[in-house]
């Protein structure tokens, strides 16, 4: 076994610690940033990135073919109102980027409010609330207002004048993407890919975001057997684009996370890899055994076609081992595509709980070797190695890793992993690392190939 | 896919409608007749169900050896009583034809009621029924009475005399059974199968009788991808001489229904066919998933070698996806096998009920293909298509749409047919259907042949 | 099948009967005995139990290498005892053989209570018990002794003086295990395995001692297809020895026990040998389908590798299909390893019961043979061959037998054993036996190699 897997084992792997409130500040700073699928907010907020992490910032030119689409053109926006007879700004874009709809066409017209109805949403349930709405792919414009705003407007009755301006444009220019490439001991790629295309919403998917960012940023600086490489991308054509341009990478990425929703104060979610019923991913089961000795509550779900950026790795084409962790999963929590989602719903502890979860991930699956016993017939006299203690008391973490070693030991076979044994044990990954890590410096176990069970 | 597997994946599917009425008064004519093995009853049975489908009656001459069984002789009977030294009819075959015991010897004597009490049958748990017995291959005689008939000749004393008559008699002749092909657009055969050779019960089975002559009317207007079998025989020897005499026949059942007492009120049974286990049957799942669509109480039973003919079709050497749908099963209801299981036991909307499961069974096999998504690398973009609209509201039927397109889409890598997305999606077969056929009028799928998972 | 196979599937079999008392006895003679690893303790109990079977008594020369360990030193222990000042012996060896930790090294000397406290060993929870320690393979000494007793001590003071002996001493020797080979019609070999180590204690394990060695004796005298291999050794270093010793044996082990803690009242437990996930093993069929037709309480236990001699049977190089059989398992009763552990915490009749248990595995696997139907196609005139009545009132003894006779048929396809029958059917194993026997009988089926499912 390498010596940095080693140390990955131990207690040395990097931790999230007050990161929390870091990753809130970083949130902060992006917030205000109006993020589409492509243009200035997007490029804005890799720039930003890139002081926490040397992000590579690429870009594909509109217009390129991928996969049965086409990179669309960039939507710059610069402003937009609807304005009465007075000339106020009733609704107004330097309030909240959320008030028009994403890659809404160019206006500018005086009209009815009979006639501007159509274009207006909002969210009766939630008065004071403003939705968020895109209309990718597709023609036309709209404004997004609060039901109290809306009501304004019907109060003044259906033949009111309003001024409706949105000063916006669509043009050719590129589609701009993060990537970091941390390399490891071995080619074998995680991939971690977050979506990068909201505007002013924190839950969805500034956390994200953020806790891709600092999870890079703690990896570079840590021994690495796995090489790591993160994407941050608009959703959809984001990941559709990367797959089209890089597959020769594709057969490199062994495991992948896609990460959103990571700030609320809901239970961590895992939705498993499409691969889950076939076969065991190794990322499934990192994750469900981190969650697992985490103790707190979460909640596992089988693959659905539906969801994030997972529906694009998980295609049948391509069928990558990629699971999606989120807290409370998107369309679940009320704020969700809301005004409702800002700096306030997200709390840095949260943020720091996901960040911390998935080191703990990242350290299951940097141990998760699988090795063979060296000597295979019968125990061998783990009392002479200080691994056995005789009858009687032995104190509770002796008996612990001794119990470990055990388990280690009996099905270092090749067909069965480290995670394998975890699952099969219900012992603490923790302690199996200990055990492993002292039976590889006995050499009574040495790391092998896995053969299929 | 097929023009017709198109259609009935919609909703031009026949429907049992009205039938229940319908199948009541056609199984009010067949009660009287006096069915058994072999003979005029089940001949008389045949020539009225061919009012109803064109089946072909076909006989298999009396002692032709079949899979170590011997075709049995015929049975004759023309009178049964037992009269007292008045000359009264006690026990009257004129009355009910369930008061000889099937295949009974013929006798004319005169004894004692201690001789002639051996060979009477009642049920004392319900005084007022005449249970039905038969002794098919073996000698001797027999009268069925009801317990209060019974009293009535005890009450007489042990040495009374009785008249008793059987005019009956076994002779050489033929087993007969009806038989119907609808050849469908390919040569993968739907067994069904339903047993004739009871007198006059109407749940047990003339219920299975009528259901499987109306579906078969039904299917003969319908398009057909899959080809039907349809066989009205005498339980036990009446498979084991089909099977036996078609084994050219036999690699050409696909899937295969046995259908029996359908029409009392009790939930939807299924018992699984003996390949469960091992691997899927399509026929089991189709059958399955359509209970749980509907959403009634029904229950789900594993395969076992007892019941009706399902034995002989599941028996090792042929080992057919065959499986069994009942509403109560044989010997669960009190009713069964005694002058109970009569026409007021059977209702019209139970028949009608069952007759409707049946072509949802047939509508999901009829769909049931394994497709190949055309562009296997992300997702192809819908929104162009018309099968995906943009962020917001958007109203719950097309949602459920377009979540079944997603799985559609995601599952057609030719190791899942429709009927195994639907189990792994839990969505409901109608919109999958519907997802199936706009994906292959938008070339998104094809049809395929499965490779197995 | 063979003729003894045939007679094992009915009611001839060897069943425990009064054995429960001699087995009392036996044990009782055993009791006084110190066994420890090796020694004349060892040698003594053998001899005794040659009295009740003819074992044979081996003997591995101390410092013959076996899988990296050393067969040990014999100890050899004459007496052993704490004095005060007085002379008066406090702690006395001639009272418990438990009063001494397991090969303490020799020792005479007189020291304070101060000195002597790190060598005593109590049990404050059970100030009346002496507790058991040992320190094979490790250097030193020490006493056991009640709590009551240490409290003795601890009130005359830390420097109270007292004349401490030990008189042993370990000195090269041979490590003793009795074995035993009962032959039967094939060479395929059940393994009994049971530790013969422990001192004065009686559910561990002088109870698997008397249990294994009336099992041998019963089937002694019985007819076998199978073989039997009984092995009385010391814990670990027994198995290990005899593995490394007789490795051309091992490839005919085809199911194994180990057999402890059987006397107590608690219920059975049966722990699944280590290729319970990855196939079948007949042995976890057997004891688990024996436990299920018992209708007794007990408990069904994952493999772990840590308990027993299993360990070493299950090692990763072995994987023999040695599963577990005790009563309440070693550590879960408050009394194992103490002195509480004697004559009066087990029972004869729980003794009896536990060898009737034994039995019936043995019986489950005598009988375990796959059959192949001869004839596959329908069901068979099981009538005229005595296994069928006609429809209509049936004992339920003859109705039983005629559902195991139509499961026993329907399955024996090679690819079932009678055991696979038993555990689909949900039928008892006595009615399939029976069954069996009488298809045989039929020739309806006869011996197969089994195919893999």
Known sequence: MSTSAMQHQTSDKPAAGGCGEQ??????????????????????SLQLLQRVVPLEVNEVESGTPVFGWTVPDE?????????????????DYQQSNLHVVGTSQGIRETMTFAELRPHLHSLPEHPEWIPYRTNHFQEGWGFCLSDSQLDQLRQAGPDAEYEVCIDAEMQPGSLSYGELLLPGETDEQVLVSTHICHPSLANDNLSGIVVAAYLAAQLQQ?????????????????????LALNRDVIPHIHHGLVLACLGDSGPVTYKRSRRSRQSRAAVDQAVELVLRDRGTPHEIREFSPTGYDERQYCSPGFDLPVGRLTRTP???????????????FVQPECLADSLDCCLEIIGAL????????????????????????GYGACDPKRAALQEAVQWVLNFSDRRHSLLDIAQRSSLPLADLH????RLVACELIQQSDQIQP
Chains 1, 2, 3 share one sequence.
């Open 330 to 344: 998107n369309g679940e929590f009320a704020e969700y595509h809301t005004s409702a989602d800002n700096l306030e």
């Open 434 to 437: 200990e055990a492993a890590k």
């Open 75 to 91: 939507w710059t926006i610069r402003d937009a109102w609807i304005k009465d007879a007075q000339g106020r700004r009733l609704v």
């Open 23 to 44: 990753m809130h500040a970083l949130m902060r700073e992006l917030f205000p940033l109006h993020r589409s699928q492509t243009g200035a907010g997007v490029r804005q």
């Open 222 to 242: 840590a021994p690495r057997r796995l090489s790591y490489r993160f994407l941050f991308l608009p959703a959809t054509i984001g990941p559709i684009a990367w």
């Open 366 to 389: 940097e141990a998760n070797v699988t090795y063979q016993n060296t000597h295979p017939w019968c125990e061998p006299p783990l009392g002479s190695a200080g691994l056995y203690d």
